[in-house]
């Protein structure tokens, strides 16, 4: 029996202006397991309030690497920020240059730092090499500060820089 959406204990739920679809599709081209779930539309139930003309998809569920997004065609009405991130760990540099020149194509690239990126949508990710958790939880203080150092003053993380920094 196929895994559905609802299956796991908390789904994010991602609320996109009127392009749920657009980004679903993004996103599939970018993470290769990705799939679509179930679909809802809107029916003329609540148009006076919303405005979205039925027949318009309004939720469609997705996966991506195994984790399980419902998306939300919404409105105008929220936008994404920084407060939430989705994080892709990543087991090499070629991979996280992958995920970092794929998620940015098209869109306001890199936004702050520490590996983090905006897509073209508003979402944010955080490209980050697992190797990188393990030199955080160093008992070094002196590698860690220069780990920490090196981490804030990235933009897209390199892992090689980050091995310098640590010491290997």
């Not at 789904?11 to 009127?18: I, K, Q, V």
């Not at 195994?66 to 090499?92: K, M, R, T």
């Amino acid at each position: 029996m196929e895994k559905r959406i609802g299956t796991q204990k908390i789904t994010p739920n991602l609320w996109f202006t009127m392009n749920a679809e657009e980004a679903i599709n993004f996103y599939m081209t970018i993470f290769k397991d990705g799939k679509k779930g179930r679909s809802s539309y809107y029916g003329e139930e609540g148009f006076e309030i919303h405005k979205i003309p039925a027949g318009t998809l309004m939720t469609q569920e997705f996966y991506l690497a195994g984790q399980e997004f419902l998306a939300l065609n919404g409105g105008p009405y929220f936008q994404f920020n920084e407060a939430i991130s989705f994080v892709i760990n990543c087991d090499s540099q070629e991979e996280v240059d992958y995920y970092w020149d794929k998620l940015t194509e098209g869109g306001p690239a890199e936004s702050q730092m520490c590996g983090w990126l905006k897509d073209k949508f508003g979402v944010s990710w955080q490209v980050v090499p697992l190797e990188l958790t393990e030199m955080m939880q160093t008992e070094d203080k002196e590698a860690l500060s220069r780990v920490t150092k090196e981490v804030l003053s990235s933009k897209k993380l390199d892992l090689n820089k980050l091995r310098a920094a640590y010491g290997k």
